[in-house]
Nanobody, 120 residues
Framework: QVQLVESGGGLVQAGGSLRLSCAAS????????MGWFRQAPGKEREFVGG????????SYADSVKGRFTISRDNPKNTVYLQMNSLRPEDTAEYYC?????????????WGQGTQVTVSS
């Protein structure tokens, strides 16, 4: 089992950048693929992006391609989401999640989330 804790959210102006971090507990972090999701008020949770166990392979939602980048540091048990050129529609609670397989649509463990608010 792995526990996930997100950080780095906050308030930013449109066009700005934020980097989210997700710290994982345990010694098995490198055995999990990782993903980022978001959920805006009144909307369903949506996939933002994911990366393989090594971080060598990534995938992104069309809405964030070219603006967001996922990376991971396995020795530090951390996955990151670099968000550039932020838009008001990126405002949401952001969650990281861990999956036992890659590629996948099934994530097994979830963090509590961190709020990102983009002002216009």
């Amino acid at each position: 089992q792995v526990q996930l804790v997100e950080s780095g959210g906050g308030l930013v102006q449109a066009g700005g950048s934020l980097r989210l971090s997700c710290a994982a507990s345990g010694r098995t972090f490198s055995t999990y693929a990782m993903g980022w999701f978001r959920q805006a008020p009144g909307k369903e949770r949506e996939f933002v992006g994911g990366c393989s166990r090594s971080g060598g392979r990534t995938s992104y939602a069309d809405s964030v391609k070219g603006r967001f980048t996922i990376s991971r540091d396995n020795p530090k048990n951390t996955v990151y989401l670099q968000m550039n050129s932020l838009r008001p529609e990126d405002t949401a609670e952001y969650y990281c999640a861990a999956a036992k397989t890659w590629p996948t649509t099934t994530y097994d463990y979830w963090g509590q989330g961190t709020q990102v608010t983009v002002s216009s």
